[in-house]
């Protein structure tokens, strides 16, 4: 791993938007499993899809805008209701966690105010965890948002890195590389500016461990956000 004192990692102020973007200087290769996603899948739901990366998979459905109960009804906005269900068993606080990640960084995403006194709900079923899990449910759930075709102020989409015990940054890990790694965060990234619009993190790690795994974050961003239009264009290039 290259030292602090080499300067890899540069802060590019954007004055116009008042935000920083990170970039990774030099020849950093971001490496992600294999990604596969498909739209419409239910019925029932007002949007659905699938979104698989390397094993782990999951399926996510939005309900809404729709009507909501009286104790739950918000004046100029839309209700957000996130829920997530585990392979096996009932949510557990692990769930009721990325249920409020995935909450804030769909708040931050949709234009809940055109739908004043209304309710959004988005269910998502984890089918197979084999690592980074939560961000593999952020990215089902913007293209399940995009299938529903409810308005949004841009895309989002999550990225995981694991800090190896020796230091070593690994975008996307399995659930074996997980156990092994002494950190773990995932980041919620937008389409637009590349911002970090969530962040969590688990296990002990330096300030500049965090700004690296933000700067592999936001390129690694670049290619899902990739495989969205692609995934979008293959569907709708069949329709038409």
Same mark, same amino acid.
Not at 63 to 79: F, H, L, N, Q, W
Not at 88 to 112: D, F, H, K
Not at 125 to 150: E, K, P, W
């Given at each position: 791993?290259?030292?602090?004192?080499?300067?890899?990692?540069?802060?590019?102020?954007?004055?116009?938007?008042?935000?920083?973007?990170?970039?990774?200087?030099?020849s950093?290769?971001?490496?992600?499993?294999?990604?596969?996603?498909?739209?419409?899948?239910?019925?029932?739901?007002?949007?659905?899809?699938?979104?698989?990366?390397?094993?782990?998979s999951?399926?996510?459905?939005?309900?809404?805008?729709?009507?909501?109960?009286?104790?739950?009804?918000?004046?100029?906005?839309?209700?957000?209701?996130?829920?997530?269900?585990?392979?096996?068993?009932?949510?557990?606080?692990?769930?009721?966690?990325?249920?409020?990640?995935?909450?804030?960084?769909?708040?931050?995403?949709?234009?809940?105010?055109?739908?004043?006194?209304?309710?959004?709900?988005?269910?998502?079923?984890?089918?197979?965890?084999?690592?980074?899990?939560?961000?593999?449910?952020l990215?089902?759930?913007?293209? *399940?948002?995009?299938?529903?075709?409810?308005?949004?102020?841009?895309?989002?989409?999550?990225?995981?890195?694991? @800090?190896?015990?020796?230091?070593? @940054?690994?975008?996307?890990?399995t *659930?074996?590389?997980?156990?092994?790694?002494?950190?773990?965060?995932?980041? *919620?990234?937008?389409?637009?500016?590349?911002?970090?619009?969530?962040?969590?993190?688990?296990?002990?790690?330096?300030?500049?461990?965090?700004?690296?795994?933000?700067?592999?974050?936001?390129?690694?961003s670049?290619?899902?956000?990739?495989?969205?239009?692609?995934?979008?264009?293959?569907?709708?290039?069949?329709?038409?």
């Amino acid at each position: 791993m290259t030292s602090p004192g080499r300067d890899t990692l540069q802060w590019k102020a954007e004055a116009a938007h008042g935000c920083l973007i990170m970039e990774v200087c030099g020849s950093s290769d971001v490496s992600l499993r294999e990604f596969g996603c498909e739209q419409s899948l239910l019925t029932r739901p007002d949007g659905s899809a699938s979104f698989i990366q390397g094993d782990t998979s999951v399926l996510a459905g939005v309900y809404g805008p729709a009507e909501v109960k009286v104790s739950k009804e918000i004046y100029d906005r839309a209700t957000l209701e996130v829920l997530i269900q585990p392979k096996i068993g009932l949510p557990s606080v692990r769930e009721r966690s990325q249920e409020q990640c995935l909450r804030e960084t769909c708040e931050a995403s949709l234009l809940s105010s055109l739908h004043p006194r209304s309710s959004l709900t988005l269910i998502l079923q984890v089918l197979h965890d084999d690592g980074s899990l939560l961000s593999c449910l952020l990215n089902a759930a913007c293209m *399940a948002f995009m299938d529903a075709g409810l308005p949004m102020s841009c895309l989002f989409c999550g990225v995981t890195c694991a @800090i190896h015990a020796d230091g070593q @940054i690994i975008t996307d890990p399995t *659930a074996a590389q997980e156990k092994e790694s002494r950190a773990l965060m995932t980041f *919620a990234i937008d389409s637009t500016e590349r911002r970090v619009m969530m962040s969590s993190t688990k296990g002990s790690f330096s300030v500049y461990e965090l700004q690296q795994c933000i700067a592999v974050s936001q390129k690694a961003s670049e290619k899902i956000f990739q495989f969205y239009r692609d995934s979008v264009r293959r569907r709708y290039s069949k329709i038409l």
